[in-house]
Nanobody, 113 residues
Framework: VQLQASGGGLAQAGNSLTLSCAAS??????MGWYRQAPGKQRELVAL???????NYADSVKGRFTISRDNAKNTVVLQMNSLKPEDTAVYYC??????????WGQGTLVTVSS
């Protein structure tokens, strides 16, 4: 499975960024975004399964929206009302129907105050 992530970059607090991740090579069941800030453990940001159910970290509820295109095996994370504490390296992760998990390369999101 290959994952191609895009998006991220620098944003001012209150603004928006969009992350996208495309998976190829297998059929995925769940797709999600995780992040790791300096000195902190990697944490779940948002998850979406094939049926469309979603799960969000409390810290991003109401600000971030995860969506997916099943036909294209693509997951998008729309990040609104960004805060400096959202600064982190964001990673895409997918779980295939064969229960294997794959991580994409990280993409840096920096939010300035």
């Amino acid at each position: 499975v290959q994952l191609q992530a895009s998006g991220g970059g620098l944003a001012q607090a209150g603004n928006s960024l969009t992350l996208s991740c495309a998976a190829s090579g297998s059929i995925v069941s769940s797709m999600g975004w995780y992040r790791q800030a300096p000195g902190k453990q990697r944490e779940l940001v948002a998850l979406i399964i094939s049926g469309g159910s979603t799960n969000y970290a409390d810290s991003v509820k109401g600000r971030f929206t995860i969506s997916r295109d099943n036909a294209k095996n693509t997951v998008v994370l729309q990040m609104n009302s960004l805060k400096p504490e959202d600064t982190a390296v964001y990673y895409c992760k997918v779980r295939t129907i064969y229960a294997r998990e794959y991580w994409g390369q990280g993409t840096l999101v920096t939010v300035s105050s």
